[in-house]
């Protein structure tokens, strides 16, 4: 209900052709972001098939908060690289290219924070933490909303500003999730395991590259339409 308000305000607000290539840039970026949750995925399956003692949960978390910013710096250098090339080539009218090339930047800082969000969301389900889940999940909800209804107000570029939003609603969210696992577990450094990283990294790539592929070529498919 809250995603069909917000997206008739944002469609008001922006106008079609922002919102088209609000759309377009969203649905490129989104390949990643199925990505990143498959990723989430494996994490999660990982910490329940190793849950045996809070020592091991331990190292897993902390290995997997290293290897997603491995991660998350792999990707965001291969998105700026694409991104200097596809945003050229895409059909947008030559006066908004500029808001698009901002909007695109603000998307690729969008995923790499959500990168960062993996390990924190994957400790909680594996430790069936829902109930903590499902705040975070209606406070990113709230902000959402709260930042889409102020849009209304804003006279600026739509299309950046909404980007910038979502940006910040992904860094609040972040900070939360890595607060609330804090009540439960602690960072130490001291626990880096390269055995772990490697068996972890492994086991993501597996099991996230078969959910990737179809996805790639339905989205694909847009980017060639337009």
Do not use: H
Request: hydrophobic share 55%; with cysteine; net charge neutral.
């Amino acid at each position: 209900i809250v995603s069909l308000y917000t997206t008739r305000i944002l469609y008001n607000e922006m106008g079609a052709v922002d919102y088209g290539i609000f759309g377009l840039i969203l649905g490129i970026t989104t390949l990643v972001n199925i990505f990143t949750n498959s990723f989430n995925n494996s994490f999660q399956r990982f910490f329940n098939i190793n849950y045996q003692c809070d020592t091991t949960t331990e190292k897993i978390y902390l290995n997997s908060i290293v290897l997603s910013f491995i991660f998350a710096f792999i990707i965001i250098f291969l998105l700026f690289a694409l991104d200097v090339y596809l945003i050229e080539k895409l059909n947008i009218p030559p006066n908004r290219l500029e808001s698009a090339k901002y909007f695109s930047y603000l998307c690729i800082a969008n995923i790499f924070f959500s990168i960062l969000k993996i390990p924190f969301i994957s400790y909680l389900s594996a430790s069936l933490k829902i109930n903590l889940i499902v705040i975070s999940s209606i406070v990113e909800t709230l902000l959402k909303l709260i930042f889409t209804i102020i849009l209304i107000y804003i006279s600026y570029d739509n299309l950046v500003v909404y980007g910038f939003f979502i940006l910040v609603v992904t860094i609040i969210i972040l900070l939360i999730n890595y607060f609330l696992v804090k009540k439960f577990i602690s960072l130490n450094f001291e626990r880096l395991d390269r055995d772990i990283i490697i068996d972890l990294f492994k086991f993501s790539l597996t099991n996230s590259v078969g959910n990737f592929t179809p996805i790639v070529n339905q989205q694909a498919l847009s980017v060639e339409v337009n």
